[in-house]
């Protein structure tokens, strides 16, 4: 059974530094790309990052290129996304996601992990 | 303001069928990209409806079914049930913005 498990969610001061974590287990996580969505209370779905399994390449949304870095490591099984310098817009929940196809889809999500950016 | 769009809310009585639409541009849908659907119950996260804009993944119910033509796409439910009330999203690829989702369709079962 595929269960992907979010971490490390809180609240973070704007400016400040939070990094997300997500324990994958169920499907063989070094050979699978990998995302980040999230969703502002009460909104949509909005992606966010995506790294490949097979040669770690990245990929960001405009809204945080240069603020956040996703990365993983396979020897944990865990994909992580690092956020500096958040934003309040930045608060939302954030969706661990495994990637199903190419272009991809999402074929399994996690619970989610609550981050809220506030002084 | 979202890149696919949506319906904000569809409704239907039990047992009726009922359609969401999500409607792109040649960048995305019209491009040939794959349209996808996920259903999200309230209070928890997103789940895979419906893949490669036709296919279920394994447990979903031949009640919901996916197409896709030109622009567009939709995603009809029948035989409506109280359990299917949730918020539906559509996603795609974009040539210009990498992956899309629509704003999001709320189905109320009435």
């Known amino acids: 059974e595929v269960q992907l498990v979010e971490s490390g969610g809180g609240l973070v001061q704007p400016g400040g530094s939070l990094r997300l974590s997500c324990a994958a287990s169920?499907?063989?996580?070094?050979?699978?790309?990998m995302s980040w969505v999230r969703q502002a209370p009460g909104k949509g779905l909005e992606w966010v990052s995506a790294?490949?399994?097979?040669?770690?390449?990245?990929y960001y949304a405009d809204s945080v290129r240069g603020r956040f870095t996703i990365s993983r490591d396979n020897s944990k099984n865990t994909l992580y996304l690092q956020m500096n310098n958040p934003r309040a817009e930045d608060t939302a929940f954030y969706y661990c996601?495994?990637?199903?196809?190419?272009?991809?889809?999402?074929?399994?999500w996690g619970q989610g992990a609550l981050v809220t950016v506030s002084s | 303001q979202s890149v696919l769009t949506q319906p904000p809310s569809v409704s239907g009585a039990p047992g009726q069928r009922v359609t969401i639409s999500c409607s792109g541009s040649?960048?995305?849908?019209?491009?040939?990209?794959?349209v996808h659907w996920y259903q999200q119950l309230p209070g928890t996260a997103p789940k895979l409806l419906i893949y490669?804009?036709?296919n279920r993944p394994s447990g979903v119910p031949d009640r919901f079914s996916g197409s896709k033509s030109g622009t567009s796409a939709s995603l009809a439910i029948t035989g409506l049930q109280a359990e299917d009330e949730a918020d539906y999203y559509c996603?795609?690829?974009?040539?210009?913005?990498?992956?899309?989702f629509g704003g999001g369709t709320k189905l109320t079962v009435l």
């Open positions: 996601a495994k990637e199903g196809g190419i272009p991809p889809w999402v074929d399994y």
């Open positions: 169920g499907f063989t996580f070094s050979s699978s790309a």
């Open positions: 790294i490949s399994g097979s040669d770690g390449r990245t």
């Open positions: 040649s960048s995305n849908i019209g491009a040939g990209y794959d």
């Open positions: 490669a804009n036709i």
């Open positions: 996603q795609s690829f974009d040539s210009r913005s990498a992956w899309v």
